[in-house]
């Protein structure tokens, strides 16, 4: 039936890979990472910016690990 061949067709989709260049990736959440914490002027905000730069420090090691 059509439900049945449409399911089929999506569960076959949401089965493939995604495709980047990680290389581009991380590069472009490092330029973003270095931008948004290169500036603290208070110490609240140097350890605002130090936890948001381990959060994408986290992101950059998923990226690299291929999303696991």
Same mark, same amino acid.
């Given at each position: $039936? %059509?439900?049945?061949?449409? =399911?089929?067709? #999506? $569960?076959? *989709?949401?089965? =493939?890979?995604?495709?980047? $260049?990680? $290389? ?5 959440? /490092?330029?973003?990472? +270095?931008?948004?914490? /290169? *500036?603290?002027?208070?110490e609240? =905000? ?7 730069? =381990? @959060? %994408? +420090?986290?992101? #950059? /090691? *998923?990226?690299? @690990?291929? @999303?696991?």
């Amino acid at each position: $039936d %059509m439900y049945y061949e449409r =399911q089929v067709l #999506i $569960d076959r *989709i949401k089965a =493939q890979p995604t495709a980047y $260049d990680v $290389d581009k990736v991380v590069e472009k959440l /490092e330029e973003v990472k +270095n931008k948004d914490t /290169e *500036i603290a002027l208070d110490e609240a =905000q140097k350890e605002r910016c130090f936890w948001y730069a =381990q @959060g %994408m +420090n986290k992101a #950059i /090691e *998923i990226v690299k @690990g291929g @999303g696991n």
